[in-house]
C-alpha cells in the first residue's frame, strides 16, 4: 500500500517570494508521482508529474519538483508565487504498474498575501 | 483534450431525497472512472471506482446501498445518493481515466466537482 505525507497544512508566503511544498511518500514498489492545485469550489488541475527519466520536473504556472528516490520525496517549488497561486495543493501517487487508485495527501494550503 | 464534466455543480436538497450526480467525459473514451468525496479542509476520499458495464468496486467502509454507482456508457457515470442526510453533504469529484492516452498512463483527468448540500 501507499500513503502520502504533507506535513504543511498551510503555508504562508509573501507575493514574488519563493516557497516549497513538502511531500513524502511511502511505498513498498516505485511509483508515479502527481502534484494537483485545487481552487476554491473547483475539481482539480493537474500541475506536473513524474514517470521516469529526470527526477526534475516542470509544470504548468512556473512551479517545478523533483522527485528524490532516497528521500522518497516529490517537493513542490516555485521561485516567485502570485496572489493567483493562493490555492490547495495536492500530492498524490500510484503504483507504476496497472491501472490503481491514486492515493493523495492531506493537502497543502498555500496563502499567498501582497 | 481530456475533459471531464459534472452536473449538476451545485444541489441542494432535504433530508430523505435521492440525488443523482452526473460525470461525463466529453471528448475521450472513459472504462474507468473514480469517484471521490472531499470533506472542508480535508484530502479526497476515493470512494469507488466504476467500470464500464459492470458493478462499481468500493472502498472499504463505503455503503454500496446509499452510493449507487452506475456506468453505463463509456462517457457517462452516475452517483445517486440515497436517502441523503445532512452528513452527506460534502464536494464530489470525479475523475476518468483515458486508456489511450499512452503519454499520461495512469494520470486521472478530474471534473469540476459537485457540492451537495443536505437540509
Known amino acids: 500500500a501507499q500513503s502520502v505525507t504533507q506535513l504543511d497544512s498551510q503555508v504562508p508566503v509573501f507575493e514574488e517570494a519563493p516557497v516549497e511544498l513538502r511531500c513524502n511518500y511511502s511505498s513498498s514498489v516505485s511509483v508515479y508521482l502527481f502534484w494537483y492545485v485545487q481552487y476554491p469550489n473547483q475539481g482539480l488541475q493537474l500541475l506536473l508529474k513524474?514517470?521516469?527519466?529526470?527526477?526534475l520536473v516542470k509544470g504548468i504556472n512556473g512551479f517545478e519538483a523533483e522527485f528524490n528516490k532516497s528521500q522518497t520525496s516529490f517537493h513542490l517549488r516555485k521561485p516567485s508565487v502570485h496572489i493567483s497561486d493562493t490555492a490547495e495543493y495536492f500530492c498524490?501517487?500510484?503504483?507504476?504498474?496497472?491501472?490503481?487508485?491514486?492515493?493523495f495527501g492531506t493537502g497543502t494550503r498555500l496563502l499567498v498575501s501582497p | 483534450g481530456a475533459v471531464v464534466s459534472q452536473h449538476p455543480s451545485r444541489v441542494i436538497c432535504k433530508s430523505g431525497t435521492s440525488v443523482k450526480i452526473e460525470c461525463r467525459s466529453l471528448?475521450?473514451?472513459?472504462?474507468?472512472m473514480f469517484w471521490y468525496r472531499q470533506f472542508p479542509k480535508k484530502s479526497l476520499m476515493l470512494m469507488a471506482t466504476?467500470?464500464?458495464?459492470?458493478?462499481?468496486?468500493?472502498e472499504q467502509g463505503v455503503e454500496k446501498d446509499k452510493f449507487l454507482i452506475n456506468h453505463a456508457s463509456l462517457t457517462l457515470s452516475t452517483l445517486t445518493v440515497t436517502s441523503a442526510h445532512p452528513e452527506d453533504s460534502s464536494f464530489y469529484i470525479c475523475?476518468?481515466?483515458?486508456?489511450?492516452?499512452?503519454?499520461?498512463?495512469?494520470?486521472?483527468?478530474f471534473g469540476p466537482g459537485t457540492r451537495l448540500t443536505v437540509l
Open positions: 466504476s467500470n464500464e458495464g459492470s458493478k462499481a468496486t468500493y
Open positions: 471528448d475521450f473514451q472513459a472504462t474507468t
Open positions: 498524490a501517487v500510484t503504483p507504476n504498474t496497472g491501472f490503481q487508485k491514486l492515493v
Open positions: 513524474y514517470l521516469s527519466g529526470s527526477t
Open positions: 475523475s476518468a481515466r483515458d486508456p489511450n492516452r499512452v503519454s499520461s498512463y495512469n494520470e486521472q483527468f
